[in-house]
């Protein structure tokens, strides 16, 4: 982009919607690297050179927070500025944790020119924050603009002293014999077929030597499908794995539809540009059960992969099965008892994962839908574990740490059911 003073180049402008996540950028030039607005964005391993702002988020939401973590400024004359003084409100919330300036004047200032944080101008702010700050059990906040002791991380999260980070695989250096189609191999991904035992022949067969490869569909399995370690996954425009049947019925004995790795495995697993997805009414579906534990820090992982749960075509639980209507819920529009399972013995790596219970068709008419599934994500893992994604609208709960340990997660936002009111639950 330009570096000239008056251009007007972007790099991304999103001003609207329900964000989701950027990772991997370099941003040269321009007036603006990124423009984002309204909701929720994760941004890692971005570069922004010699652009006049960095990144901007404009909104009239009545609360805002920006969290900057394992950062590197350098030769800018502002790192944040905001466009008003927070006065002790919580929207405008910010934490800079293990920022590094490198001659950086001024670290937080507002529009008006007044300087909230001068910062060390060269050296490392550990970590400061402005907002709300609990501290124990209490549920009462106090407002501060200052230094702060940072909580202790694990080890085993860390890299270099920063949280652990993996770029997306890319496969970009194997030669098409390294690749393997599962509809070459007898998969359907029709929308109909039952293509659960084809399946488990290719993983069976092509784990650990070959990238498996999902062509673009929809493919139906009617009982657990195991992906063993070693295996190496990728789809075609988000190919996908849907669960049906009598096998994905029981509430009080539900089974998985996709399992990552056989309990108490280890080794590597990756997995990119996936759905999973069940076809209604499935309530004792656990749509991925992750299972297995990753020799080295996020070799075990899974890149833009999503698990959605109705509200969609082939889902049998859209608009016109599952129409909004309050907190009646019909037996045929229920999809899913929990949404992904990371077990007792498992770690993960998983970025850019939407586990989302749908509230309205996406190939319909975009209406409102009463869709429900029982619970979000449920980690009994003693970790690491590298959770980089949402979950939203399920009944019970988005996010569940039972006796969990090592997690690093980010953004954990998270919607309730539209359609109920909780408390009539309590």
């Known amino acids: ?53 960095g990144g901007t988020s404009q909104s009239d939401q009545t609360a805002g927070a920006e969290a900057i973590i394992d950062a590197t400024v350098t030769n800018t004359p502002i790192f944040i500025e905001t466009t008003q003084t927070s006065n002790g409100k919580l929207a405008g919330s910010i934490l800079l944790d293990n920022v590094l300036l490198s001659n950086v004047p001024t670290a937080v200032k507002t529009a008006q020119g007044n300087v909230v944080f001068a910062g060390p101008g060269s050296g490392t702010i550990t970590q400061w924050a402005q907002g709300n700050v609990f501290s124990g059990t209490s549920g009462n906040a106090q407002f501060v603009q200052s230094n702060l002791s940072p909580p202790s991380k694990p080890s085993s999260l860390l890299q270099g002293g920063k949280i652990v980070s993996r770029t997306r695989p890319q496969y970009q250096t194997y030669s098409a014999s390294q690749i393997v189609s599962v509809k070459a191999q007898g998969a359907k991904g029709d929308g109909n077929t039952d293509d659960t035992a ?120 859209g608009s016109a099965q599952c129409p909004a209507q309050g907190e009646t819920s019909q037996s ?19 970025e850019s994962l939407w586990v989302w219970n749908g509230d309205h068709d996406l190939d319909g008419n975009n209406g409102q839908v009463s869709v429900f599934s029982g619970r979000g994500i449920l980690s009994q893992s003693s970790g690491p574990v590298w959770l980089i994604g949402t979950a939203e609208h399920h009944v019970l709960y988005q996010y569940n740490l039972a006796g969990a340990s090592n997690h690093y997660l980010g953004l954990i936002q998270t919607e309730t059911v539209r359609e109920l009111d909780p408390t009539s639950y309590v």
Not at 2 to 28: K, P, R, W, Y
Not at 284 to 294: H, Q, R, S
């Open 1 to 53: 982009m330009s570096t000239a003073s008056n251009t007007a180049h972007q790099g991304i402008f999103m001003e609207n919607g329900s964000g989701g996540f950027f990772g991997d950028l370099v941003f040269n030039g321009g007036k603006f690297g990124i423009w984002v607005g309204n909701q929720q964005f994760t941004i890692r391993n971005v570069t922004f050179n010699n652009a006049q702002t």
């Open 198 to 317: 084809a399946i488990q022949a290719v993983l069976n067969q092509f784990s650990g030597c070959k990238i498996i490869f999902f062509d673009a569909g929809t493919y139906i399995v009617t009982n657990t499908i195991t992906i063993p370690e070693g295996t190496i996954i990728t789809g075609e425009v988000w190919p996908v794995i849907m669960g049906s049947g009598s096998n994905f019925q029981s509430q009080t004995n539900p089974r998985p539809v996709v399992q990552i790795g056989a309990p108490g495995s280890s080794g590597s697993v990756e997995i990119t540009d996936m759905i999973f997805s069940t076809r209604g009414p499935t309530p004792g579906a656990i749509i991925v059960e992750w299972n297995v534990k990753g020799t080295s820090p996020a070799s075990a992982g899974m890149w833009d992969s999503h698990i959605r749960i109705g509200s969609a075509q082939g889902t049998n639980m």
């Open 332 to 350: 045929n529009c229920i999809g899913a008892f929990l949404g992904l399972h990371l077990t007792a013995s498992s770690s993960a790596y998983i």
